[in-house]
């Protein structure tokens, strides 16, 4: 059975199997259910979710519902995972979810040693003004702090009660007092909403946060009497692969992935040192056409870079077609790179200037 740990570093090639052994519900099987699907979506990057039906029933009959999400405050960049998690924040966002957006202050505290008061500097600096500039709209949110958000942090204490340290080892391997904590202040997080108003809700995630809301749902079947929570749902996001094309993106490589922000050129060279799909030599490249299924530019475009799908479709066609060479590729994601990060720069210099609207509960 595969494994998943919210806080380890491991990566999984195989996503059906995933499904499989842990019982998720493939997005492909309710795409057609949701309010305009976005890209992600169809790209299948979000490749997954649990309680789809009762979301997308909820969406299209336009009742109540909200959306949640986290930002755990470790160091002033995001990688472009949690730019995907936040494109579906936004697609929730505009489909009228109420929005929801934590600062897991608590959490960086318990697991990283990160003082509160750097964990609300960070915040209010870099994160939510990143969050604004990557779509969310700050007039619709509602944003707290972990620490200061005291009915969260209530059901985190009686939801204590309702799991034995043998269910957390099968959820989540390894457990320490600081996973305890954050797992049940994340439990608390995902339902709170439904204190001031009973209504479904979608949490979405990158795949390595799943037993999070395993967890989550086993606590809302077991408070069914004291609060009758409905089950939250999710969505799962794939992860984003390393610019080398092995499965791990390492932090002592700098060159196997590009974080948000970074300095414009060098994120452009970044791309083109990546792995492509390319052939040996060029003459056979233009004779038998390339990979670009195994080409991590083409991945950067698909899950990044180029939300025009017929342009996408055309770029992977001229490379089957041995027309587009890897190194003129290699230039076009460079400027698509540059652009993604200069364009960055300027909306997150604009969201700080929005403070003044950003809405915070205690
Ligand atoms: N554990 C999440 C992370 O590491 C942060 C988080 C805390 C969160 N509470 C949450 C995410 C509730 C989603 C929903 O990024």
Redo the contacts with the bound molecule.
């Keep these: 059975m595969a494994k998943i740990d919210?806080w380890g570093t491991q990566l999984i090639g195989d996503y059906s199997r995933l499904i499989k052994d842990f019982g998720l519900e493939p997005m492909q099987d309710f795409l057609s259910f949701f309010p305009e699907p976005n890209n992600l979506m169809k790209r299948e990057l979000v490749f997954a979710g649990q309680g789809l039906k009762e979301l997308s029933e909820t969406m299209k009959e336009k009742k109540p519902f909200y959306c949640?999400?986290?930002?755990?405050p470790s160091s002033e960049r995001i990688h472009f995972g949690t730019k995907s998690v936040i494109e579906m924040v936004k697609y929730f966002q505009q489909n009228n979810a109420r929005t929801f957006v934590?600062v897991?202050d608590l959490?960086s505290a318990a697991t990283r040693g990160i003082s509160l008061n750097e964990a609300r500097e960070r915040a209010m600096n870099f994160y939510i003004p990143a969050y604004i500039a990557l779509g969310l709209n700050p007039k619709k949110t509602v944003f707290y702090f972990?620490s200061e958000n005291q009915q969260a942090k209530n059901l985190a204490y009686q939801f204590s009660q309702k799991i034995t340290l043998n269910e957390f080892r099968s959820i989540y391997g390894n457990i320490h007092p600081s996973r305890i904590l954050?797992a049940l202040?994340?439990a608390g997080?995902?339902l709170f909403p439904q204190l001031e108003e009973r209504m479904p809700g979608v949490?979405p995630?990158g795949i390595d946060?799943s037993p999070?809301i395993r967890l989550a749902r086993d606590i809302v079947r077991r408070t069914k009497k004291e609060f009758n929570f409905f089950l939250p749902s999710a969505t799962y996001h794939k992860f984003v692969p390393s610019l080398g094309g092995d499965s791990k993106m390492s932090k002592s490589n700098p060159d196997s992935f590009v974080s948000i922000p970074e300095e414009p050129k060098e994120a452009g060279k970044k791309m083109k040192k990546a792995l492509t799909g390319g052939r040996p030599t060029i003459e056979e490249q233009k004779k038998l056409g390339g990979f670009p299924e195994k080409c991590m530019v083409f991945e950067m475009y698909k899950q990044h870079l180029i939300e025009d799908s017929k342009k996408l479709q055309d770029i992977f066609d001229d490379c089957k077609k041995g027309k587009l060479l890897c190194g003129q590729d290699k230039e076009n994601a460079c400027g698509l790179m540059i652009k993604f990060q200069e364009d960055f720069m300027k909306k997150l210099g604009k969201a700080k200037k929005t403070r003044n609207h950003w809405k915070f509960i205690k």
């Design positions: 919210p949640l999400t986290g930002i755990m934590l897991a959490e972990q954050s202040a994340q997080d995902i949490i995630v946060q999070h």
